[in-house]
């Protein structure tokens, strides 16, 4: 998350209110009105794109838009290409709208592509985890119900070792960056059928025609629950283009309380040797990578430079050579850059903002970056998958001042902290988050019976994270009610690790649960009750075959006795990882 206008100096929340005000005030840009809803009043920007397809309609120009290895792309050629998927997928594959076409593959440029012909034509996109191993892309693709799955080599090859027993129903594969000619048994269908080379491609064409409504689905990214398989978020699109101008709002409300105008439109071509530029380091099948990155980057009319794979070294070549003026990464990430910043000595003076999210920042860091790149502010927030990304904001002289909070509520939100029986909190108490707006989610797909545990009166959402709220307005994340583990950012359900655990035959209990780690927040950990001579390394090896590598445990324990349980009969999961950092 980040905005790269100035930043305000550490500021009242009644200021913060007044800015707002002005700038969503009748007539001007950011005008809010209110529309009524099923979930109760919500607050809509007047001026919006309707949907993503105007969006991408708006951000047509012949600037630099997709940036990977020695290609380029304008925001021209980009959407004319989309055009020629989206044609391929309506008129080659049958897709209509409310048809999920699903997407895994590295940060190409056919991952932003693929995702653009999809919601242009009413297509619901998947945007499935690249780092999934066989059985969980079986998974994401029978629960999305996917008739097409856009997949480059890597994909390609873990589904095509899927077991004929996983009654997985044939699918079209669109097969990107790579020779691969069939894929067990489903239809393949190569991408450069419709992205043939410029010279052959023929005139441009528009894209289909297609009814689409603001409250219609647009995504479905699915998010970890702290039981079970994945959970597929549903956002529509009026849910994500509220997102991307509350940002906008934002970096204005910023500008005004440090002085200065607001912006000038985004959608206003920048001055040649002026055009912002970011660096897509993040996975795109993340919220902050898809919204805060890539979406974002359209009504900026920014280039987006991809990375494929993360490497410190690499991106801040990068920055250099692109003149890079932001990158968002979780605290992982803009740590390897603060330490690859002061080991290589590159010119990296084009930054102004270093964002983060997907887990919090330490302090300390926050002062690094402050300290390291002299022209860049750094900047975090807090949000979900589930609010579309957005949530709360902080930067600059504010965010060193609170460097422990993750900032004050955007406009088209609301937040509120609760006791256990679901009674307010007085400011500066902890409790239960709960959230409700706009770019708060449609629910969970196929899965009533959870929206109906996690929505309640009023139109909250039941976050599951602790946190505290100031008489300023500042949120502080204190803890987790849900039983989650945040590694650089990815989302780990301990249910589902136990369970891939569990389906080892020498396994007999299982408990998993966070360890600390310095770079990467926390690591996975577990305490396993095992038979016989099972050794870590081959556990691993085991959960490796159904789990992401990220999700594979680090820290094993592993104990030929019973686990300890609570009175209840519930094994102990506290006194064990205490036990086990202890013992670490």
């Known amino acids: 998350m980040s905005t790269e206008h100035p930043v305000a100096p550490n500021t009242s929340a009644a200021a913060h209110r007044d800015a707002v005000a002005r700038l969503t005030a009748v007539d001007e840009r950011y005008e809010l009105l209110t529309l009524p809803s099923e979930r109760g009043p919500l607050r809509v920007f007047r001026n919006a794109p309707r949907t993503l397809r105007d969006l991408y309609a708006a951000g047509v120009s012949d600037h630099t838009f997709l940036v990977h290895d020695d290609e380029r792309l304008t925001f021209a050629e980009a959407h004319a290409a989309a055009a020629r998927l989206a044609h391929g997928l309506v008129h080659d594959l049958g897709v209509r709208t409310g048809d999920r076409v699903a997407i895994s593959m590295r940060n190409f440029p056919e991952w932003m592509l693929a995702f653009e012909a999809a919601t242009s034509i009413g297509a619901i996109a998947v945007a499935m985890n690249s780092m999934w191993q066989t059985d969980e892309m079986v998974y994401g693709l029978r629960d999305s119900g996917?008739?097409?799955?856009?997949?480059?080599?890597?994909?390609?090859?873990?589904?095509?070792?899927?077991?004929?027993?996983?009654a997985l129903d044939p699918i079209t594969v669109v097969a990107t960056r790579t020779t691969r000619t069939s894929c067990a048994g489903h239809r393949v269908v190569p991408i450069d059928r419709w992205l043939a080379p410029a010279a052959d491609a023929g005139p441009a064409r528009a894209l289909p025609a297609a009814e689409i409504e603001p409250d219609d689905p647009a995504t479905i990214?699915?998010?970890s629950g702290s039981t079970g398989r994945p959970k597929g978020v549903v956002s529509t699109h009026r849910n994500i283009v509220t997102a991307l101008l509350a940002w906008e709002l934002e970096g204005a409300v910023q500008a005004v309380l440090a002085g200065g105008a607001p912006p000038a439109a985004p959608t206003d071509d920048p001055a040649e040797g002026d055009q912002p530029?970011?660096?897509?380091?993040?996975?795109?099948?993340?919220?902050?990578?898809?919204?805060?990155?890539?979406?974002a980057s359209f009504r900026a009319q920014r280039k987006l430079v991809c990375m494929t794979r993360w490497d410190p070294a690499t991106a801040a070549a990068l920055v250099e050579r692109e003149r890079i003026t932001a990158i968002s990464a979780p605290p992982a990430m803009t740590g390897d850059l603060v330490r690859e910043a002061r080991r290589s000595q590159r010119d990296l003076s084009s930054l102004r903002s270093v964002g983060g999210g997907g887990a919090s920042r330490a302090p300390e860091q926050v002062r690094q970056i402050d300290d390291t790149f002299a022209t860049a502010v750094p900047q975090t927030g807090w949000g979900m998958t589930e609010t579309s990304a957005i949530g709360t904001l902080i930067a600059g002289a504010d965010y060193l001042a609170h460097p422990d909070s993750a900032g004050r509520c955007l406009a088209v939100l609301d937040l509120q902290v609760v006791d256990d029986d679901g009674r307010p909190v007085a400011p500066g108490e902890r409790g239960e988050l709960l959230v409700r707006g706009t770019s708060l989610f449609a629910g969970y797909w196929n899965r009533p019976e959870v929206d109906a545990e996690v929505f309640v009166d009023g139109g909250w959402f039941?976050?599951?994270?602790?946190?505290?709220?100031?008489?300023?307005?500042?949120?502080f994340i204190v803890d987790r009610i849900k039983d989650l583990i945040i590694r650089g950012g990815e989302n780990i359900g301990c249910g589902q690790v136990e369970a891939a655990l569990l389906a080892h035959p020498a396994v007999r209990e299982a408990s998993v649960y966070a360890v600390p780690d310095e770079r990467l927040g926390e690591e996975v950990g577990a305490t396993v009750s095992v038979d016989g001579d099972l050794t870590a390394d081959d556990l691993r090896a085991f959960v490796g075959q159904h789990l992401a590598p990220y999700a594979v445990p680090r820290h094993l324990t592993l104990t030929t006795e019973p686990l300890p349980r609570t009175a209840s009969g519930k094994i102990f999961r506290r006194a064990i990882r205490d036990a086990a950092l202890g013992a670490g």
């Open 146 to 166: 996917a008739t097409v799955l856009f997949a480059d080599d890597e994909r390609m090859a873990r589904l095509a070792a899927a077991s004929p027993d996983d």
């Open 221 to 223: 990214l699915y998010t």
């Open 277 to 295: 530029a970011a660096l897509l380091g993040v996975p795109l099948f993340h919220v902050l990578g898809l919204h805060a990155v890539f979406l």
């Open 462 to 475: 039941r976050t599951g994270d602790v946190a505290v709220i100031d008489a300023e307005g500042y949120l």
